[in-house]
């Protein structure tokens, strides 16, 4: 009972936090958008002979999973440094 009611909590802040964000942050820029598409184009101008060799869709998205655990990994390691100054820095005493 008590997890479900801190997990309803939890929910509720990341609900509001991320509800403001998307009412407050502007949409992406322009070059953003003109990027993703000049992606694709030169993805889909690689030739199908290169395709069957080099796997280039498992190896953009495989690259694009690292970028996205080096972030993650990077913000948790950002958070546990924001915590420490809280907290005073913990440790084993």
């Not at 936090?17 to 990027?35: E, I, K, Q, R, Y």
């Not at 190896?59 to 100054?85: D, E, H, M, Y």
Request: no cysteine.
């Amino acid at each position: 009972m008590i997890v479900e009611w801190f997990l309803a909590l939890v929910h509720g802040l990341g609900a509001t936090v991320f509800g403001w964000l998307h009412d407050h942050l502007p949409s992406p820029p322009g070059f953003w958008t003109d990027a993703t598409a000049a992606i694709n184009t030169i993805l889909s101008s690689v030739p199908s002979a290169i395709r069957y060799f080099v796997p280039v869709g498992p190896l953009v998205t495989a690259g694009l999973a690292l970028v996205g655990l080096i972030v993650a990994l990077g913000a948790l390691r950002l958070v546990r440094r924001i915590l420490s100054l809280f907290t005073g820095g913990g440790g084993n005493a």
